[in-house]
């Protein structure tokens, strides 16, 4: 089991942008301080200078610098709001997870997917495809409708072992009379590794990639299920 490490260097330019604004800023409004004492040491007694436009000057020097420090705010929050969904990422590593889809990983004999029947299902036919898309296996059968679980002890129709590898499952489902029954299949396995490269942490899954989103259930593995495969 592995963890890539954290490589996002679009928070880091960020960052450095901010910095650099902000220290445009202070410069700016040091001149501009030195400027406005500077003319109002030298004005005329007699003619004194209208002090509105320095006025409107300064609130939005003071507006520039409240918009900068709510960037930073911002930006605070969404480093620590990546820090929390990394960190729940990495404890997902040793746990059981199903994600809506078709693939799933063939490994030691066995792959398994779930699935939800939105109907009872007389007329169910299974097929399982290669990573070239070649069906290696099919079945028919009935199903209850509702979640379930299809295992495949990686054995094509022919009766031979499959090699290890991403397969495919589909399910075309009928009922008694004949008309077509949706059912949703899910990846199921185990997490092995996390790839925090991206915009959103990548699970590895055998050798499956699965988005940290499309994550629908995480539960510990179950250790006699494992010793029977």
């Not at 495809?129 to 409708?145: F, I, P, R």
Request: charge should be neutral.
């Amino acid at each position: 089991m592995s963890v890539n490490p954290l490589a996002n260097s679009s928070g880091t330019n960020s960052t450095s942008s901010l910095t650099s604004a902000r220290a445009g800023i202070a410069d700016n409004f040091d001149t501009f301080l030195n400027i406005l004492t500077t003319q109002l040491k030298n004005q005329n007694p007699l003619d004194p200078m209208d002090t509105n436009q320095f006025t409107q000057q300064l609130v939005q020097f003071t507006g520039v610098e409240q918009q900068l420090k709510t960037n930073t705010f911002l930006e605070a929050l969404m480093k620590a709001s990546q820090n929390s969904t990394n960190t729940d990422a990495v404890s997902y590593i040793g746990k059981e997870v199903t994600a809506a889809g078709t693939k799933a990983s063939l490994k030691a004999g066995g792959a398994s997917w779930a699935y939800n029947a939105e109907a009872a299902v007389s007329d169910a036919k299974v097929t399982i495809k290669d990573d070239k898309g070649n069906v290696v296996y099919a079945e028919t059968g009935s199903l209850a409708k509702g979640p379930g679980n299809f295992l495949w002890d990686g054995k094509g129709s022919d009766g031979k072992m499959q090699p290890d590898g991403v397969y495919t499952i589909t399910i075309d489902a009928k009922n008694l009379a004949g008309k077509n029954v949706a059912v949703n299949t899910s990846t199921v396995g185990v997490v092995s590794a996390v790839d925090f490269s991206g915009p959103e942490p990548i699970l590895t899954v055998g050798a499956t990639k699965i988005k940290l989103s499309d994550v629908t259930a995480v539960k510990i593995p179950d250790p006699k299920k494992d010793a029977a495969v």
